[in-house]
Nanobody
Framework: DVQLVESGGGSVQAGESLRLSCAAS????????VGWFRQAPGKEPKGVAS???????KYADSVKGRFTISQDHAKNTVYLQMNDLKPEDSAMYYC???????????????????WGQGTQVTVS
């Protein structure tokens, strides 16, 4: 199993920025698809962004132009840079790994078998 640890969450004002980190261990992040998801209380997780083995990225429409996903192979870490945060971005954010050989997409959270513990983002 891929072990993932998120960090970087916090409480910010609308319009401010945060950068979330997802540190992986046991396997290199370049070997699989990594997705960021967020989950508000009482709701299902929703995909935010993904990055695949070839560094191709995808974003949910709600975050396009504001969020950027990237990976640092030397640090074995995937980042989610979040700019111009809005109150509706408030949620618990999780990173997850899909090690299957298939298109990398966060539209199917069930394909991601390994999840981190999450980091809370609150925007007021």
């Amino acid at each position: 199993d891929v072990q993932l640890v998120e960090s970087g969450g916090g409480s910010v004002q609308a319009g401010e920025s945060l950068r979330l980190s997802c540190a992986a261990s046991k396997y290199a992040v370049s070997m699989f698809c990594v997705g960021w998801f967020r989950q508000a209380p009482g709701k299902e997780p929703k995909g935010v962004a993904s990055i695949d083995r070839r560094n191709s990225t995808k974003y949910a429409d709600s975050v396009k132009g504001r969020f950027t996903i990237s990976q640092d192979h030397a640090k074995n870490t995937v980042y989610l840079q979040m700019n111009d945060l809005k109150p509706e971005d408030s949620a618990m954010y999780y990173c997850a790994a899909d090690t299957g050989i298939r298109p990398c997409t966060v539209e199917a959270p069930g394909l991601f078998k390994d999840w981190g513990q999450g980091t809370q983002v609150t925007v007021s």
